[in-house]
């Protein structure tokens, strides 16, 4: 199975701020990667597919980068409502995997 | 209005049986593949189980052999059979929708989600 890491596990920043969350993979994946947001009691919601395409009705601060085995989200200017935990998940191949998570707080 | 509904959960003991079921609405159902996710409390996403429009099904390795996913068309309804239940096993168990995107790959939207239902497996 491919492993997916995530770095920071977690981070804290200022409004206004922009973030960087790193996913690597433990083999290339192309670009199938997409990136989630979880806020506590909530489901996750998509925010990116193939690795930089932002899906419909995210705000554009939000954008993913990256082939292969490294991939980055970015949340430029930051906002209060942000403040939730961001996964990766690779959808190159079976099993799915997603990464462990970054909490990040404001 | 796009709708994902779980029910089925409750607390089970070790060894148990219990099936999830996730009713759809809003959406065609039968157009899109689908997906089990579960997440221990505290812990992360874990990617359980998914099931393409023509049937075929993928399983984690954790589950692999105990679990397994079905769906019914005509009730446009995602079931999740879940036997030898563990405690490792306890989670919140999310469907999930895959609305695709194709060009050149596909990749896996995941963009339409249920509330989640508990599953507690206890002695």
């Known amino acids: 199975a491919i492993q997916m890491t995530q770095s920071p596990s977690s981070l804290s920043a200022s409004v206004g701020d922009t973030v960087t969350i790193t996913c690597r993979a433990s083999?290339?994946?192309?670009?199938?990667l997409g990136w989630y947001q979880q806020k506590p009691g909530k489901a996750p919601k998509l925010l990116i597919y193939?690795?930089?395409s932002l899906q419909s009705g995210v705000p554009s601060r939000f954008s993913g980068s990256g082939s292969g085995t490294d991939f980055t989200l970015t949340i430029t200017s930051l906002q209060p409502e942000d403040i939730a935990t961001y996964f990766c998940?690779?959808?190159?191949?079976?099993?799915?995997?997603f990464g462990p998570g970054t909490k990040v707080n404001i | 209005e796009v709708q994902l509904l779980e029910s089925g959960g409750g607390l089970v003991q070790p060894g148990d049986s219990l099936q999830l079921s996730c009713a759809a609405s809003g959406f065609t159902f039968t157009n899109y593949p689908m997906a089990w996710v579960r997440q221990a409390s505290g812990m992360g996403l874990e990617w359980v189980s998914y099931i393409t429009r023509g049937g075929d099904t993928y399983y984690a390795d954790s589950v692999q052999g105990r679990f397994t996913i079905s769906r019914d068309t005509s009730k446009n309804t995602l079931f999740l059979q879940m036997n030898r239940l563990r405690a490792e096993d306890t989670a919140i168990y999310y469907c999930?929708?895959?609305?695709?995107?194709?060009?050149?790959?596909?990749?896996?939207?995941?963009?339409?989600w249920g509330q989640g239902a508990l599953v507690t497996v206890s002695s």
């Open positions: 193939a690795a930089s």
């Open positions: 083999q290339a994946i192309r670009k199938d």
């Open positions: 999930t929708a895959d609305v695709g995107f194709c060009s050149g790959p596909c990749y896996a939207l995941f963009d339409y």
């Open positions: 998940l690779q959808d190159f191949s079976f099993p799915l995997t």
